[in-house]
């Protein structure tokens, strides 16, 4: 990157600061929040029924932000299982007209080609799932990438960044609608349990959190976690 020329009458605390680039900035993962809707808690067992993720990126003082969405309706995939209590909580109608669903392999490629532009534009080497509890988000991916036996899968297979643990430490809050307004960010109680709903907000406050964390150590090289 070409930084642009500082004025002669410029002080040099006037000068941009330079900062990490996505690529060393968490050991060439670029960090994605995923959310995801569905019809029970086992991933193996209970339908995928919607997914969300938002690619994080920088703005120009090196501070992260939610980057450009993207997110599909789900049809529950053959031989697995709806909890009615689940949809109860989602308030999800899998029969709803306008639902526009898609089969569970079509709704992958559409996330995961999205993930796989932001990490070459970045010029990191793989997705990182960020989520609140994330390894249920995780898990519930890795069961449809098993189901469909997808080969193309941006996301490191276990390792993730957790909103829980991070909003525990930063905010003493776990549950995610509480992180968020003690994070000073607004919360529509609403609008909750929507995939996209959920992704936005807690990609805000991870960004909230990380951005307000003290550099401590310089970037690390590019090892695998």
Not at 130 to 142: E, K, P, R, S, T
Not at 150 to 177: C, E, I, W, Y
């Amino acid at each position: 990157m070409i930084e642009a020329a500082v004025p002669a009458d410029a002080s040099v605390s006037d000068a941009p600061l330079p900062h990490t680039p996505m690529s060393r900035r968490f050991r060439g993962f670029l960090p994605v929040v995923v959310d995801v809707e569905t019809g029970g808690f086992e991933a193996r067992r209970h339908a995928l029924l919607e997914i969300a993720a938002i690619p994080l990126d920088l703005d120009e003082d090196g501070r992260l932000v939610p980057g450009a969405s993207v997110h599909a309706h789900v049809e529950p995939a053959e031989g697995t299982q709806i909890d009615p209590q689940s949809l109860e909580v989602t308030g999800i109608d899998i029969h709803h007209p306008f639902r526009f669903a898609k089969p569970e392999r079509d709704a992958l490629d559409h996330i995961f080609n999205h993930v796989r532009v932001a990490v070459r534009r970045h010029n990191c080497q793989r997705a990182i799932l960020v989520g609140h509890n994330a390894h249920f988000d995780l898990g519930f991916v890795n069961a449809a990438v098993a189901r469909t036996q997808h080969k193309r899968n941006p996301f490191h297979p276990f390792s993730v960044f957790d909103t829980v643990t991070l909003a525990g430490v930063a905010f003493g809050q776990t549950v995610l609608a509480r992180a968020v307004q003690a994070a000073g960010l607004d919360w529509d109680q609403s609008q909750a349990h929507s995939a996209l709903y959920d992704t936005t907000l807690t990609a805000q406050l991870f960004c909230r959190i990380a951005n307000a964390w003290p550099p401590m150590a310089a970037p690390a090289g590019d090892a695998t976690p």
